[in-house]
């Protein structure tokens, strides 16, 4: 199994810390972001990992270089398009076969600033191999998801999803909860969605077409820690408590 890993952001919301540093390279703990994530996907047996970058990119080339926790790391600069869509597009011909020459095989995608329980990685995987669909999806409750995705569900399928609604407006708790595995039905989906009101190619959007393709999307609760790492309040909450990741 590959993984994508988005690292491009520029994690506006945590400058000045983020002007000089990337999001995936901040200590929490006196360990790296991306550290943590690596050595989880590491720990399920991943062997190939596609770093997106953009935002000094170069700080993470010249961290990890040709291979890290065992596996072997490669990297794509997102292009001029914004948006978590735009970034796995960009990485769309490094997957597998690729969707354009005929493969479909599956790929586990990250954001590069969610912190989970790397168990999830396992389960999803598990998960996947059970009952094998177009996108799995991991979920986690929410009082207001609206930081997030709101996902509506039925059973185990997502029927709806909505990026970043108003607060105290969303039709569902769940929440996207960054980790995934996906087949390439997802970058034809992506290329057809279009940009959004932000003018970004948002993954959200990606997922709802796919939805509206009838393709089968599915989802998982999460288990055990997870967090986001996008606001200067959540960083100073994960330097304090013990996650033990």
Partial sequence: MNAIVVAAGRGTRLRPLTDRIPKALILIQGVRLMNY??????????????????????????????????????????GKESGTGAALLAAEGTVALGARSGGNEPFMLLWGDILADPMNYRRILAKYADHPCDLLS????????????SVETDGDRII???????PGRSRSNWNQAGIFVC????????????????????F???????????????????????????????LERLQTIDFRL
């Fill in 183 to 202: 087949r390439n039905a997802v970058f034809e989906a992506l290329r057809q969605c279009g940009l959004s009101l932000r003018g970004e190619i948002e």
């Fill in 37 to 78: 994530i690596l050595r989880g996907l590491s720990g399920v047996g991943v062997t190939d990992v596609v770093l997106v970058i953009r935002h000094l990119g170069d700080m993470i080339r010249e961290t990890y270089g040709d291979s890290a926790f065992g596996m072997d790391i490669r990297y794509i600069e997102q």
């Fill in 204 to 234: 959200t959007a990606g997922v709802q077409k796919l939805i509206e393709m009838g393709k089968d999307v599915r989802w998982m609760p999460l288990e055990g820690f997870w967090s986001d790492v996008g606001t200067p309040e959540a």
């Fill in 138 to 149: 991991t979920l986690n409750w929410m009082d207001d998801p609206s930081t997030g995705a």
């Fill in 160 to 166: 709806r999803i909505e990026e970043k609604p108003s």
